[in-house]
């Protein structure tokens, strides 16, 4: 297994930041890879899930902070947006658990999004938290 990080696979990263594909992308039921959080560029790990969100319909949230799953109840209003704590799975990786602390310290912060040409944008008052960028499934 070899760490990828992001930065060795410009062509993907190109593909989804065509901006004729972003007008189709939704907030909800898209599947958000973790690209940037804290403005530190996002780390996958080999053998490991990647960091990811989906904003299911009723509220609820599911994704992977890069080791764990997680689960939690969001709200959206507008641009507003807030979630709720949730629960996740007990896993011990080898790598990541800096940034999956992070990305779970994250969402509590949040108040707002922004969808352009692909890339979700989540806010805590002036400031981005975290970006993720749509992946087709």
Known sequence: GTVVKLEERPAVLL???VPSQ???VSLKDTYWRLKELDGKPAESFAEQPEAHLILRDKG???GSDG???FFMNWEGEGENMSFQPGG???RICPNGSEQALKMLQMFPSV???NIT????ELRSDDKVVAVFEA???
Do not use: P, R
């Not at 040409?117 to 979700?120: M, V």
């Open 88 to 90: 996740a799975t007990l």
């Open 22 to 24: 972003s007008k189709d």
């Open 117 to 120: 040409d692909g890339q979700l």
């Open 135 to 137: 992946v087709e499934m």
């Open 111 to 113: 108040k707002s999004w």
């Open 15 to 17: 593909h989804h930041a």
């Open 67 to 69: 080791c764990n799953n």
């Open 60 to 62: 609820q949230a599911i």
